[in-house]
């Protein structure tokens, strides 16, 4: 089975740009979460999606950050405009909900803001 | 509100030995789910091993292991015969289970563990 896919694997961006980051969750799982991930704040949840549902949106997060869920097998998530404090690594996950809720997480983009 | 503590920000061993990683939560809730995770040196996180607050038995699989102390509110990750390869940084996450509507999962700030040759 396919497990979570990224794209791009990594990223660069002048400041004030505005970046898509995409994930596809693993087929089936209906739970879908995007992190950013830094050596001091570590993991970090941006967005929580149920089946195309926004459970949670990270509060610090939204003024520029905004994912959607376009159907239960695509997700993107849009920052606009990027600043350098932005550089950082994205992560998707996804699980399933009613299981056993151990998420399985994609290989990251790595988004450098100059 | 939940919170997950690894104490532990580095820990080196040497090869073939067994380590223990300790991490401490806490909860309102009396069922929950306790996850460890590893992240390599690629940046890819992948799933080991998971405990259910209700099941007095340590979960084990491959050559990790937990050691569950519910009254203590602690999970500990014990891997036996260390590999070079299991040089990695390790989390710990929990997610409540009565009452919550959500899959979300609350991570530790994860411990770096080296393997020597």
């Known amino acids: 089975d396919a497990g979570v896919t990224q794209t791009p694997r990594h990223e660069v961006a002048e400041k004030g740009q505005t970046i898509i980051l995409k994930c596809e969750p693993v087929s089936g799982h209906n739970d879908l979460f995007w992190y950013r991930q830094t050596k001091i704040q570590g993991l970090e949840l941006l967005s929580y999606f149920r089946s195309k549902s926004l459970m949670e949106d990270g509060g610090a997060f939204k003024d520029r950050f905004k994912a959607e869920m376009l159907n239960s097998s695509f997700s993107t998530l849009k920052i606009q405009p990027t600043e350098p404090k932005d550089s950082a690594v994205y992560l998707c996950a996804s699980s399933f909900w009613g299981s056993s809720y151990e998420q399985y997480f994609g290989p990251g983009t790595r988004l450098t803001v100059l | ?117």
């Open chain 2, 1 to 117: 509100a939940q919170k997950v503590t690894q104490t532990q920000t580095s820990i080196s061993v040497m090869e073939k030995t067994t380590v223990t990683m300790d991490c401490v939560y806490e909860t309102q809730d009396s069922s929950y789910f306790l996850f460890w995770y590893k992240q390599t040196a690629s940046g890819e996180i992948v799933f080991l091993i998971r405990q259910d607050s209700y099941k007095k038995e340590n979960a084990t699989v491959g050559h990790y292991s937990l050691n569950f102390q519910k009254p203590k509110s602690s999970i500990g990750l014990i891997i036996t015969a260390t590999q070079i390869e299991d040089s990695a940084v390790y989390f710990c996450a929990m997610r409540e289970y009565t009452g919550a509507n959500t899959g979300k999962l609350t991570f530790g700030h994860g411990t770096i563990l080296r393997v020597h040759p």
